[in-house]
């Protein structure tokens, strides 16, 4: 029993960590020049050229991570829908009360991360 125990406690830890070690945050696609070998590609910038950037990079390898600054981007058509057909306001922030935390009253949150499939 201790050993199996003392073999459980070893293992576990190891099995809940991420396996993503390295990234690398960017507005642009991939091109050979800027290929860094990283695990992750942080893309920003909500354009239309957003999904073919996306794309690229999925395309090369890179897992994806959106990464967004409100205060300097045009991101109400992301999340009111006009970008995608699809509000995503559901990544915003929320107090305790569960009540969106606004950067832009009404029209765009403050962001939590989330995964982009």
């Known amino acids: 029993m201790y050993i199996r125990f003392f073999f459980l406690s070893l293992y576990l830890p190891w099995s809940l960590v991420a396996q993503d070690k390295t990234c690398f945050q960017t507005a642009g696609p991939w091109r050979p020049e800027v290929d860094f070998h990283s695990d992750v590609a942080i893309v920003y910038g909500v354009n239309a050229s957003f999904e073919q950037r996306m794309a690229g990079w999925r395309q090369h390898g890179y897992g994806l991570h959106f990464m ?10 992301y999340f009111q829908g006009r970008f995608d057909g699809q509000t ?17 009253k009404g029209v765009v949150p403050y962001i939590v991360p989330s995964w982009l499939m």
């Open 68 to 77: 967004t600054g409100v205060a300097w981007g045009n991101y109400a058509d």
């Open 88 to 104: 995503h306001l559901q990544d915003g922030q929320v107090d305790q009360q569960g009540d969106i935390i606004w950067h832009d």
